[in-house]
């Protein structure tokens, strides 16, 4: 693809100031090592491109990187006030009736105890019933198996968030 095919939205990611470009991926994930991992490799020529750079960076971050990643993101059920960009993603959790609300509460109060982090799920398109019961499984794995359930999921969130960042207007 010449760099007069690549799509507007990713031909301006492409040529933003540094300082900009990288507060718009931390807008993405709060994890400062894969944003440099992703900075690296500008120009991007297509999405997909650099979709599988964010894949690569998502497989190469450690523990400690995870953990501050998973710091930029709210609990379920509880998005950041005026974060449009976490009420979006939990839209399914919205309407939920009080007694899922408060049951999902618990719920994430648990997890929290067990793994020391929020409960991360790439809620996009979800109800809050899988929600719910996509915590009420994962509550019952290993530390180390829910670390990785956690990084793939990250990485899907990211794959979103940076087709949205490359497909809305300058």
Same mark, same amino acid.
């Given at each position: 693809?010449? !760099?007069?095919?690549?799509?507007?939205?990713?031909?301006?990611?492409?040529?933003l100031?540094?300082?900009?470009?990288?507060?718009?991926?931390?807008?993405?994930?709060a994890?400062?090592?894969?944003?440099?991992r992703?900075?690296?490799?500008?120009?991007?020529?297509?999405?997909?491109?650099?979709?599988?750079? !964010? /894949?690569? =960076?998502?497989?190469?971050?450690?523990?400690e990187?995870l953990?501050?990643?998973?710091?930029?993101?709210?609990?379920?059920?509880?998005?950041?006030?005026?974060?449009?960009? !976490?009420?979006?993603?939990?839209?399914?959790?919205? /309407?939920? =009736?009080?007694?899922?609300?408060?049951?999902?509460?618990?719920?994430?109060?648990?997890?929290?105890?067990?793994?020391?982090?929020v409960?991360?799920?790439?809620?996009?398109?979800?109800?809050?019933?899988?929600? +719910? /019961?996509?915590?009420?499984?994962?509550?019952?794995?290993?530390?180390?198996r829910? +670390?990785?359930?956690?990084?793939?999921?990250?990485?899907?969130?990211?794959?979103? +968030?940076?087709?949205?960042?490359?497909?809305? /207007?300058?």
């Amino acid at each position: 693809m010449t !760099s007069t095919d690549t799509p507007p939205g990713l031909a301006r990611f492409n040529t933003l100031e540094e300082h900009r470009a990288r507060a718009a991926l931390h807008e993405a994930c709060a994890c400062a090592a894969w944003v440099r991992r992703l900075l690296a490799h500008r120009p991007y020529a297509t999405v997909d491109d650099l979709c599988a750079a !964010s /894949d690569a =960076a998502m497989a190469a971050l450690t523990a400690e990187d995870l953990a501050e990643a998973m710091a930029g993101h709210p609990p379920i059920g509880r998005p950041t006030p005026g974060d449009a960009t !976490s009420a979006r993603e939990q839209r399914g959790m919205a /309407d939920a =009736a009080d007694d899922l609300r408060a049951e999902m509460l618990a719920l994430n109060l648990a997890y929290q105890d067990r793994f020391g982090h929020v409960f991360l799920i790439c809620a996009t398109g979800k109800t809050a019933e899988q929600m +719910r /019961d996509a915590v009420k499984e994962r509550i019952g794995n290993t530390p180390e198996r829910e +670390r990785e359930i956690v990084r793939a999921e990250l990485g899907r969130i990211n794959r979103i +968030r940076l087709a949205r960042l490359v497909e809305e /207007d300058a």
